[in-house]
């Protein structure tokens, strides 16, 4: 199965070298009729005028197929996209991003951030139409994350948080058989899901806001009650709650993932950090120890540099 990329919004067909010529006088009533091909055709062209009609033809004439619905969302994020500078208050730029800090206190009060904008009004719309592809075909992996790629996009945490739980639940209900784009069947689907959602992990992290910081605790509960050999998900909430500086709390989720693999030196590191911030200094110690016992020079490095710290 080939590799797709998630660098880029998840519906986006690019089709290059392909279609040069269009092809002459296509008549609608024709039997046959290839929709999907004409709307990327249009769609590259940037013809959103000419697409929009295309589209309300495709959808009298195959309501039911979720390229059409993934075919409207397209149209409706692109139609007036546009990228630019802008001052936020979370880092949620997808370029470079300069914070801007206060000359008193020098707290950070800003971020300045190149980024692409979306019309909100647009997108609202364009989930709509997600949402009945999705109803039509909820095993299309390709239709959740551009769903909670366009939410983060736009800030909405908590409605991106919401669409990710939904999609645990579906995914636990057709036993991780999930289809992609003209439903190609991805091979070992709970791997590909797991792996991939990781990327909104991390996003929610980063930008740092209690809303975006709950939809980790929300979804990741979730994943553990679901996939409960899945390591990662306890280091993930593990960390979650050392932000929030309970690190008790995330001690718990670090060793639950070390009994589930006792030399991934992630978690190790992780642990041994994890008792330094609540002092206990001898079992820092000793995790460190386990590192430099079982680790790559990598990460022997790094325990020898906290065991520094604390001797």
């Given at each position: ?8 919004i ?20 024709e ?101 009945k592809g ?17 939410l ?28 992609w ?11 590909y ?34 996939y409960?050999?899945?390591i ?40 041994g ?9 001898q ?29």
């Open positions: 199965m080939k590799k797709f990329a998630m660098s880029i998840i519906f986006v067909i690019v089709l290059m070298n392909v279609f040069c010529q269009k092809k002459d006088n296509k008549n609608y009533e039997d046959n009729i290839n929709y999907k091909e004409i709307y990327e055709i249009l769609f590259n062209e940037k013809k959103y005028d000419e697409l929009y009609v295309h589209l309300r033809i495709w959808e009298t004439k195959e309501p039911n197929n979720p390229e059409m619905n993934i075919a409207y969302f397209n149209y409706y994020i692109f139609r007036d996209v546009f990228s630019g500078i802008s001052i936020d208050d979370d880092n949620k730029g997808d370029g470079l991003s300069i914070s801007i800090s206060d000359p008193e206190t020098g707290e950070i009060v800003g971020y300045l951030s190149e980024s692409t904008k979306y019309r909100e009004n647009d997108i609202i719309i364009a989930v709509k139409y997600l949402d999705l109803s039509i075909a909820p095993n299309r992996l390709d239709m959740h994350f551009g769903k909670i790629h366009i983060n996009q736009i800030g909405f945490y908590n409605d991106a948080g919401d669409a990710l739980y939904t999609a645990l639940e579906i995914s636990q209900e057709i036993d991780n058989n999930w289809l784009s003209n439903n190609e069947k991805i091979e070992n689907g709970e791997l899901l797991l792996n991939s959602i990781n990327d909104y992990y991390g996003l929610w992290l980063n930008v740092k806001t209690e809303g975006s910081l709950n939809q980790i605790k929300k979804c990741i509960e979730k994943q553990i009650i679901l409960p050999e899945q990662y998900s306890y280091n993930i909430l593990a960390v979650y709650y050392t932000m929030k500086d309970q690190y008790q709390e995330a001690l718990k989720y670090f060793l639950q993932a070390e009994t589930i693999d006792p030399n991934d030196c992630i978690v190790l590191l992780n642990i950090r994890t008792y330094m911030n609540i002092k206990n200094y079992e820092a110690k000793e995790y460190f120890l386990k590192v430099i016992n079982t680790g790559n020079d990598q990460y022997k490095e790094i325990a020898e540099y906290y065991l520094n710290q604390i001797r």
